[in-house]
């Protein structure tokens, strides 16, 4: 199962219109089973959009005052074995899996915690937890409309592949994001890479 991670793409706005999120994000939505939306919605017109493509589930961030079935404060759900939560803010940064568990998911055990709020890309392998912050497709790292970044997950029963993926350049605006990604099998990490560079995983 192919899951696309996208958030806080702030859209529509005064200034901004949906087709800012543009062909890079269609392309990469067309190839997915499941939208997550991290957040930072602002209109049901974003989830509609990115519906087109795939189902979407959506956390709901602090400029959401929207009312959609589709939006709810945690997501929790369990696909192809793996035990999935999303909110829209996991903070504090530094804090354990276990006290973000209990923080924000009622202290359920899960495989994965996907988050936004940030705009910034974030992919961790932490006591047996992958942590996972897409970005923004749109307003990467809080700066003005440029391309971003958008998430993967590739699921199968008992190995998980987790990908940032940088959507390209805005001409003379550059994509602050950095892609990396990480497999895991059965529980372990077995690869990881930075910018398209292997990391040792073993030091991870």
Same mark, same amino acid.
């Given at each position: 199962?192919?899951? %696309? ?32 939306? %991290? %957040? ?5 017109? !974003? ?33 192809? =074995?793996?035990?999935? =939560? ?19 998911? %009622? ?96 030091? !991870?």
């Amino acid at each position: 199962m192919r899951v %696309g991670l996208i958030s806080d793409t702030h859209l529509p706005s005064i200034l901004r219109q949906l087709d800012d999120l543009g062909p890079e994000a269609a392309a990469f939505l067309r190839t997915v089973d499941l939208i997550l939306h %991290g %957040g930072d919605i602002v209109s049901r017109s !974003i989830l509609d959009w990115c519906e087109q493509f795939a189902p979407v589930l959506a956390a709901r961030g602090n400029h959401d005052v929207l009312e959609d079935p589709r939006v709810m404060d945690v997501q929790l759900l369990t696909l192809e =074995g793996w035990r999935i =939560g999303m909110v829209h803010d996991l903070r504090p940064i530094a804090a354990s899996p276990a006290e973000l568990s209990r923080l924000h998911f %009622g202290g359920a055990e899960l495989d994965v915690m996907i988050a936004g709020d940030t705009h910034v890309e974030r992919l961790e392998h932490r006591d047996g937890v992958v942590i996972m912050n897409s970005g923004s497709p749109n307003l990467s790292w809080h700066k003005e409309t440029r391309w971003g970044t958008v998430g993967l997950l590739e699921l199968t029963p008992g190995r998980l592949h987790a990908e940032i993926i940088r959507l390209g350049e805005t001409p003379g605006m550059p994509n602050p994001g950095t892609a990396r990604h990480m497999v895991l099998e059965e529980g372990r990490l077995v690869a990881a890479s930075l910018n398209g560079k292997a990391l040792d995983v073993t030091s !991870i």
